[in-house]
Every structure is written in C-alpha cells, then in structure tokens.
C-alpha cells in the first residue's frame, strides 16, 4: 500500500477539491490528481465524484475516509510532539463556522498573535459545522447553541441577545425596548424554521403565549433586514449581526430570555494540538466572565 497515494486520497475527501487538497499539501495538483489515480486503478475503485468545482466522496470513498482521518490525525498529533519546542511562527489550521460575525473577531485576534498562521475557513449553518468537525474536514467548529457530543470539546465563545428589526417609520421605532407581549398580533418577517435565532424566538414567544403573524420566513439575516426596513414587518436578528444601517432601528426585546450561546469547538481527542491550543487559549482571553473556569 502507497502511503503517498493514501495521503494524497485522504486530502482531497478533506477539502473537497483536488486544487485545494494540492495547496493542502504542498504539491501539484497534477501529483494529487496521478495519486489518487493510481490509488483507484490499483484497486479498481471509484474513490471520488469529479464536478467542475468539487470532488464528492463515494460510499466507497466515504468507507475508506473513515479509516484515513484517523490515520493522519495521529501522523498530525506525531509531528505536533515533535515541534514542541519551536515557537509557533507557521502552519495552517481549518475552521468551519456558522456565523462570521462570531468567527472573525476571533481571527482578528488570531491574526495579530500568530502572523504566520494561515486560516481556511468555511461558513454554513450549524449542521454542516458540525460534519466538518467531525469528518475533520475542520479542525475548529464555532457554532451557536451547540449540542454536547461526548467526542466534542466544546467552550464558551461569545453570548449574544436576539433584538426586534423595525424601519424607523414603524409605530414601534420609537421605544428604547419591546416587551415580547407588545410582538403578539404584529407582523413580521423572521428566518427559516430551522434556524437557531428563529427556534429560540419561538421558544420564548411559546413560553408567554405570544402569536405573532408571519408575513415571510427568510433565508438569510440580510433578506430580514431588507423586508423589515421596506416596512413589510419586523424582524429579528442576533445582536452580534445588527450591523450600521440607517433605515432600521435594532431594538431589545425583553420579557424572556432571548440569549445565545456561541461556542468554540473541537474534537476532544485533538484539543491539545498546538494550532487548536493557540486558537482556544486566543477564545479564553474574551470568555463572557461568567463562563470563564
């Protein structure tokens, strides 16, 4: 069995592209491409499902990834042990997140620590984050209201508050807070029924009996905010994605508890890599106080 062939295999189900698995490891694509070739041939399997701009595993491939992730995991861990005692001035570490106005302040940060560290990030809705950790397609998850899973480290990153999103000709524009009673009966524009901000809104208006009147469910906190400040209703956003716009005012709503919890998180087993490390002890220093240890 070729080690390289295998290496070469395991980058691509990672990445998802032969051209990132080659920038991945530092080759050319050419080289990945001939690799997994062989890899196939050798053993007459299809591994991949080439597209235009991606490579999707098999059943035969996914098979096979379950067995490499692991593999080069440990080579991972080996070489980490290894560089124990340089300065962390290089490397590269994946992060997959489901909101970039959590990720990138962490980022900032990141950036202004290690200057030599090179980030890949994707973004995507709590589901996908979590496929991408646990597939190790990402070695750093930020995902709100995450779910404990035994083989997930998960800390505390960031809490935010849900707010009411109303144009400024609104009768309701004018208050400095909204009680939850005051949404009942009011039309609005809100997100998809599966996303988290929308569950949470849902769950305290259920709790006090409030009903408001759905005109639109939408896809995105841009197209909310769009709907809210063309007055066809009221929104709601996280307090994190508020943003500066002139046309809206971002109101708290009080009378329940509109709170969501942002955390940071990685497979249990890698959280003492160095590059996972430097990342969570970089989330650390801006813990909520409350939830620091």
């Known amino acids: 069995m070729n080690l390289f062939q295998l290496r070469a295999f395991d980058a691509v189900s990672r990445e998802g592209s032969f051209t990132r698995a080659a920038k991945r490891l530092s080759i050319s ?13 050798r053993y007459d399997l299809v591994l991949f499902r080439r597209t235009a701009r991606s490579a999707e595993l098999t059943p035969q491939g996914e098979a096979l990834a379950a067995l490499t992730r692991p593999l080069f995991g440990l080579v991972e861990q080996a070489e980490d042990l290894l560089l124990a005692n340089r300065a962390l001035v290089t490397g590269r570490i994946e992060i997959a997140a489901d909101s970039p106005h959590v990720v990138m302040p962490l980022l900032a940060r990141l950036r ?13 809705n709590a589901a ?25 480290h998960l800390e ?8 009411a999103v109303l144009a400024r000709s609104h009768p309701l524009a004018g208050r400095a807070a ?31 009996g409030v009903e408001p009147l759905v005109l639109m469910e939408l896809d995105s906190r841009e197209a909310v905010i769009e709907a809210a400040a063309a007055g ?20 708290p709503i009080t ?26 002890d970089l989330a650390a220093e801006t813990r909520p106080v409350g939830d620091r240890p």
């Open 29 to 41: 694509q050419p080289a990945v491409t001939g690799h997994v070739k062989a890899l196939e041939e």
């Open 112 to 124: 202004a620590r290690h200057p030599g560290i090179t980030v890949s990030l994707s973004l995507g």
């Open 128 to 152: 996908e984050t979590y496929e991408a950790l646990l597939t190790e397609r990402a070695s750093i998850g930020v995902v709100t209201e995450a779910e404990p899973r035994e083989e997930l």
């Open 156 to 163: 505390v990153l960031a809490v935010s508050e849900i707010r």
């Open 178 to 208: 909204l009680d939850l009673a005051a949404l009942d009966g009011q039309a609005m524009v809100l997100r998809e029924p599966t996303s988290v901000t929308r569950r949470t809104f849902d769950r305290a208006c259920r709790s006090r």
């Open 232 to 251: 066809i209703g009221i929104g709601i956003v996280s307090s994190l994605e508020c943003g500066e716009d002139g046309r809206i005012r971002a109101i």
């Open 255 to 280: 009378g329940a508890d509109l709170s969501n919890r942002h955390a940071i998180a990685c497979l249990a087993r890698r959280r003492s890599l160095r590059l996972i490390r430097a990342v969570l």
